[in-house]
């Protein structure tokens, strides 16, 4: 917490040969900085380190960053409007951006090695479009819950994705949603009271060994689409 509750602190440079490569926990914690570019060899950002710094709008990494660990709540309660999350981060961890409710933008390479958003990553977030790589394997409980702005999530036909847990898109304004072929968890309300969902897709190769409509029931008229070769696992309760 080396800087923590520095109310005057607004900025924060590095040497541009950094060797730099923890930012610890609590380091900026409740500070006033605005902007800060992270060096391009950290390669740990630990909890709350950002936490409810209300200023810091522009957080900067680079695309070749050695950043690989963003821990819990690093960001939470923060006025970020964009982040760029490096191709070597293996997961969001448990309310990483939550409450950040200026962040718009999340920038995600298409060769990412992300497997996993934690419970509540971007709750009460801003953010209107979320790309979920090929490699995440899972969307944890209540990860984009009350992100009210989301309107679209796009899934690649290849994505490896598993498991999406309860509440994890609960009251956004997703407007369709394509079940990908890899899917076997579909936990009850992940979409509850999302009002504009107008259209899920189950394809033919669909994993689940049940497909449950009523899921859906809470988002208003929705058209769920089976394939005929499903009929045999919907459950209607």
């Not at 994505?159 to 898109?169: T, V």
């Not at 949603?177 to 509850?192: A, D, K, T, Y």
Request: net charge positive.
């Amino acid at each position: 917490n080396s800087f923590e509750s520095c109310t005057k602190l607004k900025k924060v440079e590095f040497e541009p040969n950094s060797e730099l490569q923890i930012i610890d926990r609590m380091s900026f914690m409740d500070s006033s900085i605005e902007k800060i570019i992270i060096p391009r060899h950290v390669t740990t950002i630990k909890d709350y380190a950002f936490q409810n710094c209300n200023n810091l709008r522009i957080f900067k990494i680079e695309q070749n960053s050695d950043l690989k660990i963003i821990e819990q709540e690093a960001f939470s309660s923060s006025s970020l409007e964009s982040i760029f999350i490096p191709r070597q981060v293996t997961k969001i961890t448990k309310g990483a951006f939550k409450y950040c409710k200026n962040l718009k933008t999340v920038e995600i390479p298409i060769n990412s090695k992300l497997e996993e958003f934690e419970e509540d990553a971007f709750t009460y977030s801003s953010i209107e479009f979320v790309r979920i790589p090929f490699s995440v394997k899972k969307i944890g409980i209540s990860s984009f819950s009350s992100c009210k702005k989301l309107k679209k999530v796009v899934i690649p036909a290849n994505s490896q994705l598993n498991a999406i847990m309860k509440y994890a898109f609960f009251d956004t304004s997703i407007e369709s949603f394509f079940v990908p072929p890899s899917l076997r968890s579909l936990e009850f309300r992940s979409f509850s009271n999302c009002k504009k969902l107008l259209i899920i897709e189950f394809n033919e190769n669909c994993s689940l060994n049940e497909i449950i409509p009523t899921q859906f029931v809470e988002s208003g008229n929705s058209l769920i689409m089976i394939a005929a070769k499903l009929k045999n696992r919907i459950k209607i309760i």
